[in-house]
């Protein structure tokens, strides 16, 4: 599902390297949880795989499409395979709990009528129904990234990506985050995780990648983290 052959990323010609010839596979269907310190590089190689970034050197596959072959008009087709949910939420505050659901899925085009039957469904997936009216100032905080994963899971993406998704929400909350990317993934899609939560990657029992100084230092199968 998603392939990293020795890759590179500079953004300064002379500085060190945010990720340096990183080589790593992830198969259809894993849970993967990203960790490092600081500046380790994680979010660098998030954006290398949406192509926020692109690679200094190496090859990067996502769901089948190379990216050295891939053409600027089809980056939306690969967005389209990949969900993201950051730390901030990013909802449009002017907007209901249904509205910044259905927004996605307006700019991809979708008629009325499949809007109104496919929002309702992903918001009873992550448990907000009720709510659909709600502005996301009348939301708790666990509630506001609810709506962010059903914006991001609403066009069924093959992988979906949270980038320290509990970084702003108390434990309960964090927790709640955490096992709805768990169904999401037990529903085939492939979540690659970064957090900070020390107690989150030790309870989990995931595979752990662990980045330093932009390299990966370790890869475990049910791995932990210590800080
Ligand atoms: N747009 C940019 N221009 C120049 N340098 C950058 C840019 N983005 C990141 N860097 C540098 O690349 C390195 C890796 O940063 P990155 O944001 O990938 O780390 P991170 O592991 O995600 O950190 P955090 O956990 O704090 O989010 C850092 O040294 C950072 O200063």
Redesign the pocket.
């Known amino acids: 599902m998603i392939l990293l052959d020795r890759v590179t990323k500079s953004?300064?010609k002379t500085g060190k390297p945010?990720i340096n010839r990183v080589s790593v596979h992830v198969k259809a269907g894993e849970f993967v949880i990203l960790v490092?310190?600081?500046?380790?590089?994680?979010?660098?190689?998030l954006k290398l795989l949406t192509r926020e970034e692109k690679p200094s050197s190496g090859k990067i596959v996502v769901g089948g499409i190379d990216y050295d072959t891939l053409k600027d008009k089809h980056i939306p087709l690969l967005r389209r395979k990949i969900g993201v949910v950051f730390q901030d939420f990013k909802l449009l505050p002017n907007r209901t709990v249904f509205e910044n659901v259905a927004f996605a899925l307006e700019i991809a085009g979708m008629t009325n009528r499949e809007i109104k039957s496919t929002v309702p469904k992903v918001i009873e997936l992550v448990g907000l129904k009720g709510k659909e009216k709600n502005f996301p100032h009348q939301l708790s905080g666990g509630e506001r990234q609810r709506v962010a994963i059903a914006r991001a899971v609403v066009r069924q993406p093959k992988i979906l990506i949270a980038d320290?998704p509990t970084g702003n929400l108390d434990p309960k909350h964090s927790w709640d985050i955490v096992r709805l990317l768990e169904k999401i993934n037990k529903y085939g899609t492939t979540v690659l995780l970064?957090t900070?939560n020390v107690d989150i990657v030790n309870k989990l029992k995931r595979r752990v990648i662990t980045?330093d100084h932009?390299k990966i230092t370790s890869d475990q199968a049910r791995g932990t983290y210590k800080q």
């Open positions: 953004y300064t945010a490092g310190t600081s500046g380790a590089g994680k979010s660098t190689l320290e970064t900070h980045i932009g």
